[in-house]
């Protein structure tokens, strides 16, 4: 028997961002509690809803709560003084492998406490909801020993808990080889996965595992061993691939059924064939791309042809990608990387929340799926990958409650 308060949100344009990609005029959508009940035309609502609380939505367009299926956003600090560097034309990859870029952000890390990181991540997570995001994947990966990576960990369930938005936590211990450990990456991958992962999951801290698969990171070898532990526990898996070169990287993840490969410049054909027949989400991260410069971007044709779910994300970090802003990464995705305005839109719903193993619980306006939406200020669902720096949010409905905002207009 399902509980909680029946309400009906009526007077709306939907878009499900279903399998057909329905676009619903003059709909409805009827909650119980946390959950979709029924969606459709607003001339077809059940008798089930007699009773239930009326929400007018005057006509507004409703699309699921965004997900964010790729961020680092629990860091502490900034590189703004490596992003001046690369202005002058170091590269990302040099100053990496001078002792700066990842290994910058974890001395800052294991330097903050707990409170100090949650106080310093908070804004930023504020940021992503004020723009409708209602689910987050946040990746640790800046502490690198097993104290400092539980200690990201949990500033991200925390934050979870502080704001309304659903958190996702990805152990990404393998994002570089930490100081302690020079030289010995194979030691490393061997302490992180035999001994690190099975602890801070057993402490219900670990969603998935993704790992950094690069020259100036981690082999393809060192992957697979960290990828058969995570399995051994039935831990889902993903991978930074391809971002910077070629290693193989997706061929390996494809074989374990990683729910994505992300960044992916350098993938070609043979990549978007094995994420197709693996069912493996492509995740685009236009924003990390723009920063760095990048000229090489991913195949999307190659992955369109081969019917790869394509997913979108900010990839918010210090690093690459010092950003807080879905809806600047769609417009990024559609104009950098030439995704369609409903690619883009379907990269932060369905697909995306299929980049987290979660296509059965949301990312669709569908009976039994989370009752999490954004009714937005627009008049064509374009606009949404449209605008840059300017925010047409109108209100965010999370678990059937609309949240406030001092400036909301419900
Ligand atoms: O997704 N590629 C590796 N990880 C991040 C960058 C992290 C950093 O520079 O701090 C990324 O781009
Ligand atoms: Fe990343």
């Given at each position: 028997?399902?509980t909680?308060?029946?309400k009906?949100?009526?007077?709306?344009?939907?878009?499900?961002?279903d399998?057909?990609?329905r676009?619903?005029?003059?709909?409805?959508?009827?909650?119980?509690?946390?959950?979709?009940?029924?969606?459709?035309?607003?001339?077809?609502?059940?008798?089930?809803?007699?009773?239930?609380?009326?929400?007018?939505?005057?006509?507004?367009?409703v699309?699921?709560?965004?997900?964010?299926?790729?961020?680092?956003?629990?860091?502490?600090?900034?590189?703004?003084?490596?992003?001046?560097?690369?202005?002058?034309?170091?590269?990302?990859?040099?100053?990496?492998?001078?002792?700066?870029?990842?290994?910058?952000?974890?001395?800052?890390?294991?330097?903050?406490?707990?409170?100090?990181?949650l106080a310093?991540?908070?804004?930023?997570?504020a940021?992503?909801?004020?723009?409708?995001v209602?689910?987050?994947?946040?990746?640790?990966?800046?502490?690198?020993?097993?104290?400092?990576?539980?200690?990201?960990?949990?500033?991200?369930?925390r934050?979870?808990?502080?704001?309304?938005?659903?958190?996702?936590?990805?152990?990404l211990?393998?994002?570089?080889?930490?100081?302690?450990?020079?030289?010995?990456?194979?030691?490393?991958?061997?302490?992180?996965?035999?001994?690190?992962?099975?602890?801070?999951a057993?402490?219900?801290?670990?969603?998935?595992?993704?790992?950094?698969c690069?020259?100036?990171?981690?082999?393809?070898?060192?992957a697979?061993?960290?990828?058969?532990r995570a399995?051994?526990?039935?831990i889902?898996?993903?991978?930074?691939?391809?971002?910077?070169s070629?290693l193989?990287?997706?061929?390996?993840?494809?074989?374990f059924?990683?729910?994505?490969?992300?960044?992916?410049?350098?993938?070609?054909?043979?990549?978007?064939?094995?994420?197709?027949?693996?069912?493996?989400?492509?995740v685009?991260l236009?924003?990390?791309?723009?920063?760095l410069?990048?000229?090489?971007?991913?195949?999307?044709?190659?992955?369109?042809?081969?019917?790869?779910?394509?997913?979108?994300?900010?990839?918010?970090?210090?690093?690459?990608?010092?950003?807080?802003?879905?809806?600047?990464?769609?417009?990024?995705?559609?104009?950098?990387?030439?995704?369609?305005?409903?690619?883009?839109?379907?990269?932060?719903?369905?697909?995306?929340?299929?980049?987290?193993?979660l296509?059965?619980?949301?990312?669709?306006?569908?009976?039994?799926?989370?009752?999490?939406?954004?009714?937005?200020?627009?008049?064509?669902?374009?606009?949404?990958s449209?605008?840059?720096?300017?925010?047409?949010?109108?209100?965010?409905?999370?678990?059937?409650?609309?949240?406030?905002?001092?400036?909301?207009?419900?």
């Amino acid at each position: 028997m399902t509980t909680g308060s029946l309400k009906l949100w009526r007077n709306a344009h939907l878009a499900t961002c279903d399998a057909q990609d329905r676009r619903i005029e003059n709909g409805a959508l009827l909650t119980r509690g946390g959950t979709i009940e029924w969606v459709g035309a607003s001339s077809a609502v059940p008798p089930a809803a007699a009773g239930a609380e009326v929400h007018d939505l005057n006509g507004a367009w409703v699309t699921p709560g965004l997900i964010d299926c790729h961020t680092h956003l629990v860091f502490a600090g900034n590189r703004a003084d490596e992003y001046a560097e690369r202005l002058r034309g170091r590269s990302y990859e040099e100053i990496a492998r001078a002792g700066g870029g990842i290994l910058s952000s974890v001395r800052a890390l294991r330097a903050a406490s707990e409170d100090e990181l949650l106080a310093q991540s908070l804004p930023r997570l504020a940021a992503l909801a004020a723009e409708g995001v209602t689910t987050v994947e946040i990746k640790s990966g800046y502490g690198l020993t097993l104290a400092d990576e539980a200690k990201m960990l949990r500033v991200a369930r925390r934050l979870g808990a502080l704001l309304p938005v659903t958190v996702r936590t990805t152990f990404l211990a393998a994002h570089t080889v930490p100081p302690e450990f020079r030289g010995r990456a194979r030691d490393y991958i061997e302490v992180l996965s035999s001994q690190w992962l099975p602890e801070l999951a057993a402490e219900g801290l670990i969603d998935a595992v993704d790992i950094f698969c690069e020259r100036i990171a981690f082999s393809v070898a060192e992957a697979e061993t960290l990828f058969e532990r995570a399995q051994a526990l039935g831990i889902p898996v993903k991978m930074h691939a391809e971002q910077l070169s070629n290693l193989g990287g997706t061929l390996l993840a494809t074989r374990f059924g990683a729910l994505s490969c992300d960044h992916l410049e350098f993938a070609g054909e043979a990549e978007a064939a094995a994420l197709a027949r693996a069912g493996t989400v492509a995740v685009l991260l236009p924003v990390a791309f723009y920063c760095l410069a990048e000229t090489r971007k991913p195949p999307i044709a190659a992955l369109r042809s081969a019917g790869v779910t394509m997913a979108v994300a900010s990839d918010c970090n210090p690093g690459s990608a010092p950003g807080t802003s879905l809806l600047t990464a769609l417009s990024m995705a559609t104009r950098l990387f030439g995704l369609t305005a409903e690619e883009s839109l379907l990269g932060v719903t369905r697909a995306a929340a299929a980049a987290l193993g979660l296509a059965r619980e949301r990312g669709t306006l569908a009976a039994g799926r989370a009752a999490d939406f954004v009714v937005w200020n627009v008049t064509t669902l374009a606009e949404l990958s449209y605008w840059i720096g300017f925010n047409p949010r109108r209100t965010v409905v999370r678990a059937g409650e609309v949240l406030r905002w001092p400036n909301s207009n419900p």
